[in-house]
């Protein structure tokens, strides 16, 4: 087990390309991190330059207080599983488990010893004697997930590992890995651009965005107090409505709505709403215009327009609904303000 | 998969006509006349010739120089082989490496493959040559009197020498395309789980290029048992001598110099049957060959 440090890490390709801005954060031991952001957002590239796989431009990359800048792959003490799962395809299953053992000295017996354990855990045991090729796509996920936990490492590195996976068995290795970190205990950076993944999984997100870190906070804080309008557009499914408002007399003002007790400058605002703060109400000051319902069974989700501004609501299945207007209410305490023009948030 | 028909059978064999005309031609025909000289024995100006039976074949079996010459075959195509299969594998493995400028280094390195073998002698011929072969300068420091043509082992390792230098970029493009293969995921994984370079290379590298380094070997024996005839024309400048040479330049010498058709067309139809064999190694190897996804 070991705490993670990153300062001011910065990752400039060859080609010139900066793929991370310097980032700093710390990571404490047998945390789960999870690492969320859109494609090309330089997740990878971060979690690759922990593993060693990928220089370090500058800054310095702490394992448990040693800076492990210049320290080879091998003798970070990591374990890795990747988006193809990379096993060896010339190896059986039991090999390729084997291999970082072998390498490291481990004693025959106890390789045989752990490998069966792994087995055991991950319900590969009848496979063992298989190649790679011979295997489903979510038993080359439990490889790669054993061949990552016999070598006890102090740091597990989860580069989006379920997404070559079916949506069911998805979410169940989701739940999987989850319960085995925990078990094992092992601090953990998993990185994917699946927010449901990230929120399901995490005890805290890291929310990047084009090369920089946008929040880093546990998945209720990103999910209810989003650092920017990115983070409260990229969390949750659909995302927060983020809507032009007004700050007038310290009240925010919205088509109709004012809101009281908002102690800000007069002026332009964005303020932002989740969908399931958004509540039926007879007596409510906004009128939403319902021109899609849709149905998910458990909930629904109408979609319509708002003061000419497009707005998702959530309503649970007991609700009664039907297309036009509405009469609704926002939960005051759920709004969120965010600054126009940088889209930071404020409060 | 749909089988697409032919409504006569006489356009699918019109068709295959011009194939089958130029195999024939070009192949069994001259096999088929190999095969029926080795049984007569020519008059020496080519006047007739008297059926012997198998009496060519057991000529060469007695024959001491044919042995010495297939001896020499075998330890020439086994040095060849080897020699041409390791250098290109270790400038791959190098090349795969570079990054910057890989382009032109690669081309550097496959350009010789367009020299064409006669030519590649010639760069032999020069380099080795007597009073001022820039080669026979550097060895001739080492206190050696290189005497290309004269000497056997000199004459020997300088085919050797060329021969693998002519064919060390074919195996270069198929190790380098074969490294490039490999996901570089796998390779990251090897990079995680052993922190030795050369057990990486040995556990993980060379295993996924064996389906390459098989196919190579075959084409690798083939050509040194066969392909290398031009360098060694012209190394040895048409004048055997004592000078070292494979089966396939004794059958010319024979055939050709010595006008002993009977004994040569024997000596092919052995050649013959040791590719079959090669051949037939080969496609028993290759539907067992594990196959990777
Ligand atoms: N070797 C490289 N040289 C130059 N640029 C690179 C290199 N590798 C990645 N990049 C660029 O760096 C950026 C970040 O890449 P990275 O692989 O970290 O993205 P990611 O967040 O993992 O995306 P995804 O979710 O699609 O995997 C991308 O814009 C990519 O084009
Ligand atoms: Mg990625």
């Keep these: 087990m070991a705490q993670v440090h990153l300062n001011d890490l910065h990752k400039v390709y060859p080609n010139g390309y900066e793929a991370l801005k310097p980032s700093s954060f710390h990571i404490e031991d047998g945390e789960f991190v999870v690492l969320v952001g859109p494609s090309g957002c330089g997740k990878s590239t971060l979690l690759r330059m922990v593993a060693g796989l990928e220089e370090i431009t500058a800054g310095a990359l702490k394992i448990d207080d040693k800076v492990v800048n210049h320290v080879d792959p091998a003798d970070r003490d990591i374990a890795m599983v990747f988006q193809n799962y990379a096993l060896y395809p010339h190896m059986t299953v039991r090999k390729n488990i084997a291999y970082g053992l072998q390498n490291r000295k481990v004693a025959k017996d106890e390789i045989a010893r752990k490998v069966d354990e792994a087995a055991e855990m991950l319900n590969l045991g009848e496979y063992l004697d298989r190649k790679p090729s011979q295997l489903s796509g979510g038993q080359r996920q439990r490889v790669a997930m054993g061949r990552a936990i016999v070598r006890d490492p102090s740091l597990f590195l989860f580069d989006e590992p379920l997404s070559n996976l079916d949506a069911k068995l998805r979410h169940q290795m989701r739940i999987e890995i989850k319960a085995l970190q925990r078990r094992l205990g092992v601090t953990s950076i998993y990185v994917t651009h699946d927010q449901v993944e990230a929120m399901t999984m995490a005890d805290r997100i890291i929310v990047m965005n084009a090369g920089r870190i946008e929040q880093i906070g546990t998945p209720e804080e990103v999910y209810h107090r989003p650092a920017s309008t990115f983070v409260a557009s990229f969390m949750g499914a659909p995302p927060m409505n983020l809507l032009p408002g007004e700050i007038a007399d310290s009240a925010l003002r919205f088509a109709g709505m004012e809101l009281e007790g908002c102690g800000r400058e007069a002026g332009p605002i964005v303020f932002g709403v989740r969908p399931e703060d958004i509540l039926p109400d007879e007596d409510g000051a906004l009128m939403l215009d319902v021109e899609i319902v849709e149905e998910l069974g458990a909930h629904r989700l109408l979609h319509g327009t708002m003061g000419g501004e497009q707005v998702t609501m959530h309503v649970g299945k007991e609700t009664a609904v039907s297309t036009g207007p509405l009469s609704v209410s926002v939960v005051p305490e759920a709004v969120s303000l965010f600054d126009p023009d940088s889209g930071l948030r404020l409060s | ?293």
């Design chain 2, 1 to 293: 998969m749909k089988r697409a028909g032919f409504a006569t059978k006489w356009l699918p064999i019109l068709l295959l006509v011009p194939q089958l005309t130029i195999i024939a031609v070009f192949f069994y025909w001259p096999a088929a006349h190999a095969v029926q000289s080795s049984f007569y024995l020519q008059d020496p100006f080519g006047f007739g010739s008297s059926f012997v039976g198998f009496d060519n074949y057991s000529d060469l079996m007695d024959n001491r120089e044919y042995r010495r010459i297939a001896w020499f075959t075998v330890i020439f195509t086994v040095l060849v082989t080897f020699f041409s299969l390791a250098i290109a594998l270790l400038l791959a493995v190098k090349a795969d490496k570079v990054i910057r400028g890989a382009k032109s280094y690669r081309t550097l390195i496959m350009w010789v493959y367009a020299v064409a073998p006669p030519v590649a002698g010639f760069i032999g011929l020069i380099l080795f040559n007597q009073s001022w072969g820039p080669l026979t300068r550097l060895i001739g420091q080492f206190g050696h009197q290189f005497t290309l043509g004269v000497n056997y082992t000199d004459t020997a390792f300088a085919m050797v020498l060329v021969s693998v230098w002519k064919q060390v970029p074919v195996n270069f493009i198929f190790f380098l395309s074969g490294l490039q293969s490999i996901p570089k995921s796998v390779r990251e994984a090897a990079l995680i789980d052993n922190r030795s370079a050369s057990g990486r290379f040995w556990d993980v590298t060379f295993p996924l290029l064996a389906p390459t380094g098989f196919f190579l070997l075959i084409i690798n024996i083939t050509y040194a048992l066969f392909d290398t005839f031009g360098v060694i024309d012209t190394l040895v400048k048409g004048e055997p001598g004592n000078n070292p040479m494979t089966l396939v330049y004794k059958v010319y010498v024979d055939g050709f110099r010595g006008n002993d058709l009977g004994g040569s067309s024997a000596q092919s139809v052995i050649l013959m049957i040791l590719v079959l064999a090669l051949t037939v190694f080969q496609f028993r190897m290759l539907e067992r060959r594990i196959h990777y996804t």
